[in-house]
């Protein structure tokens, strides 16, 4: 198994919709109607969750601690952009973070009161060394939440076929971000503490989560 984890979404709302989203406190657990089933059907499945943490906190809390842990140096790698109508997530972190996925798994399923779309969306939660995405079909996802307007559920199948293809952009966003923090990194030669502006690139994060709400 990958000590890379990630989680990633992407949400149709309006401009608006994503600040308000930005502000608004990340929802309790009963945002998610079956919490215990995270990992059935997929890859995890027999593994049932009844230790969640619920973190109190906004989004843009969340969101601008990881970019700031970025900036240190720290894995948590971070492209959160309101694009074409929609919010895109790619959250990549080293090991398995448990409050860190919990925190975003429920964040997004917040979002689903502020969605454009009555469609229901989804939310990707997988392990993968070189954190890309897998294909549609891959057997090694490991949890599937759909979200709605009214709250969001664990699914234990589901064709994943346009929702990986919809997220072809943020992945592509994220490598960007991935490969200029490689050639900082490679350059760095000094005594300081290591510290970059990169991953706060309005291309990889939207100035909104960055701004004194």
Same mark, same amino acid.
């Given at each position: #198994?990958?000590?890379?984890?990630?989680?990633?979404? &992407?949400?149709?709302?309006? &401009? $608006?919709?994503?600040?308000?989203?930005?502000?608004?406190?990340?929802?309790?657990?009963? !945002?998610?109607?079956?919490?215990?089933? #995270?990992?059935?059907?997929?890859?995890?499945?027999?593994?049932?969750?009844?230790?969640?943490?619920?973190?109190?906190?906004?989004?843009?809390?969340?969101? %601008?601690?990881? !970019?700031?842990?970025?900036?240190?140096?720290? /894995?948590?790698?971070?492209?959160?952009?309101?694009?074409?109508?929609?919010?895109?997530?790619?959250?990549?972190? #080293?090991?398995?973070?448990? /409050?860190? !996925? =919990?925190?975003?798994?429920? #964040?997004?399923?917040?979002?689903?009161?502020?969605?454009? =779309? /009555? +469609?229901?969306?989804?939310?990707?939660?997988?392990? $993968?060394?070189?954190?890309?995405?897998? @294909?549609?079909?891959?057997?090694?996802?490991? %949890?599937?939440?759909?979200?709605?307007? @009214?709250?969001?559920?664990? !699914? +234990?199948?589901?064709?994943?076929?346009?929702?990986?293809?919809g997220l072809r952009p943020?992945?592509?966003?994220?490598? @960007?971000?991935?490969?200029?923090?490689? $050639?900082?990194?490679?350059?760095?030669?000094?005594? $300081?503490?290591?510290?970059t502006g990169t991953p706060? =690139?309005? %291309?990889?994060?939207? /100035?909104?989560?960055? +701004?004194?709400?």
């Open positions: #198994m990958s000590d890379s984890f990630l989680v990633a979404t &992407r949400i149709p709302m309006s &401009r $608006e919709g994503f600040e308000r989203w930005l502000d608004t406190p990340v929802p309790g657990l009963d !945002v998610i109607a079956n919490p215990e089933a #995270m990992f059935d059907g997929w890859l995890w499945h027999g593994d049932r969750r009844d230790d969640w943490s619920t973190p109190e906190l906004t989004p843009r809390a969340f969101l %601008a601690d990881r !970019v700031e842990q970025a900036c240190q140096g720290k /894995p948590a790698v971070t492209v959160l952009l309101h694009r074409d109508g929609a919010l895109e997530a790619y959250l990549f972190d #080293m090991g398995y973070r448990r /409050p860190v !996925v =919990d925190a975003a798994l429920l #964040m997004f399923a917040g979002a689903g009161a502020v969605k454009s =779309d /009555p +469609a229901e969306d989804t939310v990707l939660f997988w392990a $993968e060394t070189g954190g890309n995405l897998f @294909d549609a079909d891959d057997d090694g996802w490991l %949890a599937v939440l759909s979200v709605g307007r @009214d709250g969001a559920r664990f !699914v +234990a199948d589901r064709d994943l076929t346009d929702v990986v293809a943020a992945e592509d966003a994220f490598f @960007d971000l991935v490969a200029v923090l490689a $050639e900082e990194e490679e350059d760095w030669d000094s005594d $300081e503490p290591y510290r706060r =690139d309005p %291309a990889h994060v939207d /100035p909104a989560v960055l +701004a004194t709400p």
